[in-house]
Structures are given as structure tokens and as C-alpha cells.
């Protein structure tokens, strides 16, 4: 670990004796994590996502809170939860009133507010594990909008109100290892199919106030690159916005892409602290982690611009070059040698809310024209 979250009351790793939301529990302080939480008396409201999968008739929205009650229950979590769910006539976002701050079952902060939840996008770590700890199912029923509100990105998309398992009904899913937007509002399905629930406590209404983990920073931009501009105007526009931002080291810094010759993290060197966005979260164990073109270690994505705001565009996606970080591209993978900008070639690229660096997606390089950007590194 890079740094100590410290999570008053919250036991260690996994919740050893499980006091992560029990109003009566002690004011201990645990290392847990990446990001440094300073202790308080009083404990935060876990997130989870239930272990157990459920079709669109959840018994209504009372019947989903009984869910989440119930996996709380069974994993031996204290406090009471609701299942982040909107229907037609009620937003999520309504029904977490008067609560705040929300951790992950490990410690890692999830989020902080409603407000910068919903209007921020602000999201610290995916919530991506289960009640048991486990890695969760990474799709899950919520018919929610980024901002709360119930969506209608794949029609009506709450199963009536929760209340049907009918395949000729629609709901819409969040993912559960993404952030901004897409943890809630990604995709849709049909109401026979099966996903888990996320639930959110709300017996707490206490700040989460982030000490940043330190490190090298990382940001992805906050305006569209043109592949044609080639490696030197990815280079220019991640330093334009460190600069604006008042970043240290701004003119140093370089886009995170692959050319036909050479990887992209051959472009940085490794050896050296990890990266570390800028709100402080950091993104890997280690800067080599980060890049294994295995298993790359990967905690949270990459999703903050260099000022500190979070992407909010529904299919931001940042071009890389290449399938891993340790791989070349090819003419096919990067717009002809990051010389064109049109259908006559393809792009490697990376959807930014996700937690995967380089997910292996592949498109037209102008298919994302209006919302492709460039992961932005310091060298």
C-alpha cells in the first residue's frame, strides 16, 4: 500500500468483526487502503452490491430494500440499506436524503455526497465488490440516470416499477466496475435477466474528507484530440491542460498512446512512483502495475480531468493505440500512425470510466469524434 486510509470503526481489510456501520461500535483506526481517511468518532455507510442476482420483479422498490437488508444480514454487515433503484415516479437520488459518505467493504471511499455523486460525477473507487467481499457480478439493475433521476436509456427501464420479469420489458444497468455515469447509467437489458442490486446505508451523514495519496499525476483530457495531430499534439494538449490547471512539471507531461513501433509505457518510465489522479485517488500499486499487460493492477479509473472535474460524457472513451500497455500498436490500431482522422482507419481505445487501462476496443477513428480523448501522464 502507497498509503493508510484510516476508516473510523471499520476493522480491517474484509471487516474482520464487521463494525463498518454499527452506531455503537469503537473509534479505532485501521489501515485499509490507498487513500487516507482521517479518523472520527463515527463510522461511514458501506456500499455493496448484493451477491445474489434477481430478475425485474423485485417486489417494488420495498421489496429491493428487503434485499439488500437481507445480504447485509447474511454477511454479517450492521446498519440499513436501499437498494439504488428509480422507477418511473421516484428518483434514487430521493431516497438516500439526509445520508453521506459512502466506503467500500475494503475502505476505499466510494462517494461522498448526493451532490457530488449526482452533479459532480464524482466517484472515488467503483463499488465493485460484494457483501461477502467478493468480486460482484459487473452488472447491475438501477433504471438511474448519472444524476439521480430515472432513465430512460433503454425506454421505461425499471421492469414497471420493479414489478415484472417479463423479456418483453426493459431495464437499465449500471456497471459496477466503472465510475462516472456508467456505474449507474450504461446499458440496458430485458426484465427476465438476471442482475445483482447495489445498496447503499444510510444511517450516517458524515463528510469524507480525502488526504491525497502521493505520486506522479495522471488525468485524462478534458478536450477532444484529433489523431491526426499525431504522438507531438497529444503531447501538446496534455501539457496545455496541466499547465492551465497548475500542475507541477506541466511541460513534462505525455500522452499515454502506442505508436506501430514502440508501446505506450515505453514511454514512462516504471521504476518511479506510481500515478496518482487528481483528486488524489491513486490508480495502481505501482507505476509498473499499472502497466502489466497481464493483469494490470488497476484500482480506480482514469475519469478526473487535470483541473479536478470529472468526465461527464456518456461514451468518453480515450484512444491508446494499442490492446495493452506494453504492446505496440499497428497501422490498424492507431488512425495509420496517428496521421488520419476519418473512416479509413481504425483506433485502439479505452472507455474512461472504466477500470480497465486499455479495455482492447477498436473503432473508426472518427466513431468517437465528438468524445475522444488522451490519458495524460507525468513522465
Known amino acids: 500500500m502507497i ?15 464487521r463494525r463498518g456501520a454499527d452506531p455503537d461500535a469503537s473509534s479505532d483506526s485501521d489501515a485499509l487502503g490507498d487513500v487516507a481517511l482521517p479518523d472520527a468518532p463515527s463510522p461511514y455507510n458501506l456500499a455493496f452490491v448484493t451477491p445474489l442476482s434477481f430478475n425485474g420483479d423485485l417486489g417494488g422498490l420495498a421489496g429491493a430494500d428487503a434485499k439488500c437488508d437481507a445480504a447485509a444480514i447474511a454477511a454479517g454487515l450492521p446498519g440499513h440499506y436501499r437498494a439504488w433503484l428509480s422507477t418511473p415516479t421516484v428518483d434514487a437520488v430521493s431516497r438516500f436524503a439526509g445520508a453521506r459518505g459512502w466506503v467500500r467493504l475494503d475502505g476505499r471511499p466510494f462517494a461522498d455526497s448526493l451532490t457530488s455523486l449526482t452533479v459532480q460525477n464524482q466517484v472515488f473507487f467503483p463499488i465493485m465488490f460484494d457483501a461477502n467481499v467478493g468480486t460482484a457480478v459487473n452488472v447491475a439493475h438501477t433504471g438511474t440516470n448519472a444524476d439521480g433521476t430515472h432513465s430512460l436509456l433503454n425506454g421505461e427501464g425499471t421492469c414497471n416499477g420493479w414489478t415484472s420479469a417479463s423479456a418483453t420489458r426493459n431495464v437499465t444497468v449500471g456497471l459496477t466496475n466503472h465510475a462516472t455515469i456508467h456505474w449507474t447509467n450504461a446499458a440496458g437489458g430485458t426484465c427476465a435477466q438476471m442482475f445483482p442490486l447495489y445498496c447503499l446505508g444510510t444511517d450516517y451523514n458524515r463528510p469524507l474528507a480525502i488526504v491525497p495519496a502521493a505520486g506522479r499525476k495522471a488525468f485524462v483530457s478534458k478536450a477532444n484530440w484529433d489523431p491526426a495531430t499525431g504522438l507531438a499534439g497529444g503531447d501538446a494538449l496534455c501539457r496545455s491542460e496541466a499547465g492551465s490547471a497548475g500542475l507541477a512539471n506541466a511541460a513534462a507531461f505525455k500522452a499515454l498512446l502506442a505508436t506501430p513501433s514502440a508501446s505506450a509505457a515505453s514511454r514512462f518510465d516504471d521504476t518511479l512512483a506510481t500515478w496518482v489522479r487528481t483528486d488524489g485517488v491513486p490508480l495502481a500499486p505501482t507505476a509498473r502495475a499499472y502497466f502489466d499487460a497481464v493483469t494490470p493492477q488497476t484500482t480506480a479509473s482514469l475519469d478526473v480531468h487535470a483541473d479536478g472535474t470529472y468526465n461527464d460524457q456518456l461514451f468518453g472513451v480515450a484512444y491508446t493505440g494499442a490492446l495493452t500497455p506494453r504492446g505496440s500498436g499497428t497501422n490498424a490500431t492507431t488512425c495509420a500512425s496517428w496521421t488520419v482522422n476519418n473512416a479509413s482507419a481504425n ?33
Open 347 to 379: 483506433v485502439a481505445f479505452s472507455d474512461v470510466a472504466g477500470s480497465t487501462l486499455f479495455a482492447g476496443y477498436t473503432a473508426a477513428c472518427n466513431r468517437w469524434g465528438g468524445t475522444s480523448f488522451v490519458y495524460c501522464l507525468e513522465p
Open 3 to 17: 498509503a493508510g486510509l484510516v476508516c473510523g470503526a471499520c476493522g480491517r481489510m474484509g471487516f474482520g468483526e
